[in-house]
């Protein structure tokens, strides 16, 4: 006996098509809810200090990276089409709310020698920009004390091509092993935002000097900073305060605490991760 197959009118599409319509126009829904163009608008910043060639000195510091392992996650964002921001370009793009596909920003702390003879090298050979946040009084003709390990001049500040500049402060990591942007218990309040305006004001006008660049940018030492900490900055003519809370950026967070990834010891699947 032949089994004859119903259809319901609708110029004659079945039920199984109907349902099959319906389910993707649910899937299409459920997409178009969950996905924020905050996704594809965000830039990456990685944070570097040290760059060395001496693979068991960079072993047994995790905050220096081993110049091969530095060449290849190097390598890496230059053959994944990364585009580096310089700061003057993470501003502007800022300001017009939006940030270029695989947009990523290469920082440095400290300012260390070690930037020009190990990491500068790489960087230009791949044609990637990078930012520098030196700290102006570990400049060789500022140094008032002996440091562990040898700093860049503001010579060599002004013979390096795409690179941009930010603060590190002054002199402000230190008094006496304590943090030198807390307030001392002796110290007014007064005095105590004295002392961070002015080391802040006077980092900024010295690198605008030796560098010829407008310096807005400033990178907290250890990562330490505050509401009152930031009122300090912006009174000192910083406009861009980078911290080391660890998250992508977009436009619409705040230019008062932008977070970077501090790079370590990662492996380049550590890196690749990051970067995703």
């Not at 609708?10 to 996704?39: A, M, N």
């Amino acid at each position: 006996m032949s089994q004859t197959r119903y259809t319901i009118g609708l110029g004659g599409v079945t039920i199984k098509k109907l349902f099959l319509v319906l389910i993707i126009i649910l899937g299409l829904t459920i997409f178009s809810l969950s996905y924020s163009p905050d996704q594809d608008n965000e830039v990456i910043i990685l944070t570097y200090h040290q760059i060395s060639d001496d693979y068991e000195y960079a072993k047994d510091h995790p905050s220096v990276i081993y110049q091969k392992d530095f060449y290849q996650q190097m390598k890496y964002l230059s053959e994944e089409n990364y585009q580096t921001l310089s700061l003057s370009e993470f501003y502007d793009y800022y300001l017009k709310e939006y940030f270029p596909d695989k947009s990523v920003m290469i920082t440095f702390d400290d300012g260390y020698l070690c930037f020009y003879l190990h990491a500068y090298p790489i960087l230009n050979d791949f044609g990637l920009s990078s930012v520098v946040f030196p700290i102006v009084s570990h400049r060789n003709d500022l140094q008032r004390y002996p440091l562990h390990n040898e700093h860049l001049s503001f010579h060599h500040l002004r013979l390096m091509d795409n690179v941009s500049y930010g603060s590190h402060t002054y002199d402000l990591h230190f008094i006496d092993d304590k943090k030198a942007l807390e307030q001392n218990e002796d110290e007014s309040f007064i005095d105590y935002q004295s002392r961070v305006v002015d080391d802040l004001l006077l980092s900024r006008l010295l690198l605008e000097r030796q560098t010829d660049q407008k310096i807005n940018s400033l990178a907290w030492p250890y990562g330490f900073y505050n509401d009152e900490l930031i009122d300090f900055a912006k009174k000192a003519g910083f406009d861009l305060l980078f911290t080391l809370d660890e998250s992508s950026f977009t436009p619409k967070m705040c230019l008062s605490a932008i977070p970077r990834f501090n790079i370590t010891e990662q492996s380049l699947n550590d890196f690749i991760n990051i970067l995703n």
